[in-house]
């Protein structure tokens, strides 16, 4: 637990600013994984649907790796889009090291926000249609996936998404697209319940 | 969920593990950056002497002349330092794509600033001689440089479609010996020839003669131009 006087450090000091701390006192790290680990553990699920446990793994080595390439980070760009790539990075190793395949884990809020563009706090989802979605997630392409998780769940700007992928906004724009059509498209031709 | 920090500056601690030095990373996008003027810099030379050997071709020099254009223009086109300036342009593209911030560009904007900077490069390079300069050292310095890389050996060496070229043995009233530059001997027929540009017609120099075949070994000429220069800009330049 935090205590009221580094959650007071927390709030206060944006990225780069601990950053800057970091290089001078390893302790300061904490903030930063403090601030990320959630989301990051999140977004790693996301993609690439894997358990908790490789999740955490993947983490770890997410937050090792940036540590080791803190005087890499650019503060010309956002400290949240530069630790997304790592975790972008490491969870394709991951997948490429296990040689494995995408299998859905129920993630029904993509589906909701995708094709509804409602707010998805008050849905009310079944275990009927979180295992539908579960395989419809595992069919689209994973550019595709995580162009729209980036977007739609870690609601993430173009620019933002374009620093995490190393890819042109305007290729941001058409993935976004072109994932929405092919989802509502999986929707129509696999939803049953959804 | 158990926060993973303490975990996590506990192995950063007892592995010993330190952020990698600024250095390291300035020397990493300096390289990218070297690799990409270097690139840039390599595709200007190709197109460069791209520019200078087409233009030593004299196709433009004829393009009122001859009717076969379109032919000779294929022909003057100097494929090798092309391409070379195509790899060129693509390993600069793949560069430009590496170093900070290179891929916010889209594919097509990555390509034009590549093409316009190699263009614009390699325009200049050749209005300043330096694409003269490299040929010669090149063609001086690489076994048979000259055969595959210069146009004026395929433009110039089909006597049947008009064309020949070659050092002038000898010379007899209107009449010059010329051995082709596949060692073929001529008599070549210039009475009614027009003698372009630099062309003073020594024993020794290397000309290029358009005309016709006569009969076996007589060549009829109707245009006579040095082999160095560039036809028309040296005549604008001395003449």
Known sequence: ?194 | MARISKKILEKIEKESIKPIGKWSFILKDSFIWFLFVLNMLFGSIGFAISIYLFELSDVLNLILSINDLIQLFILAIPVLWLILTLIFLFIGYINLKYTSGGYRYSIFKIFLINILLIIILGTLLSKIGVSERLNTFFAANIPSYEQSTDPRYTVWSRPEDGYIAGEILSIESNILKLQDLEGKVWNVDYSDAYIRGLATLDIKERVKVRGSIEDEGIFRAKDILPWEGRGRHLQQKYH
């Open chain 1, 1 to 194: 637990m935090l205590s009221k006087k580094e959650i007071k450090k927390n709030i206060e000091y944006t990225d780069i600013e601990i950053v800057e701390m970091t290089l001078k006192d390893l302790n300061s790290y904490k903030y930063i994984i403090d601030r990320y680990e959630s989301k990051l553990l999140r977004y790693i699920q996301r993609v690439i649907f894997v358990s908790k446990e490789d999740a955490e793994d993947i983490l770890q080595e997410v937050f090792i790796k940036a540590y080791r390439n803190l005087n890499g980070y650019d503060s010309k760009y956002s400290f949240s889009s530069w630790i997304y790539r790592i975790a972008h990075n490491e969870a394709i190793s991951f997948l490429r090291k296990k040689k494995k395949v995408v299998e859905g884990n129920g993630d029904i809020e993509i589906f909701e926000r995708i094709s509804s563009g409602e707010d998805i706090e008050d849905d009310f989802i079944s275990e009927l249609k979180r295992k539908e979605v579960r395989g419809l997630l595992s069919k689209l392409d994973p550019k595709y996936r995580e162009v729209l998780i980036l977007r739609y769940f870690e609601d993430m700007e173009y620019n933002e998404i374009s620093d995490i992928l190393h890819t042109s906004i305007g290729n941001v724009s058409s993935l976004i697209n072109r994932g929405k059509s092919k989802f509502k498209m999986l929707i129509e031709r696999y939803g049953k319940n959804i």
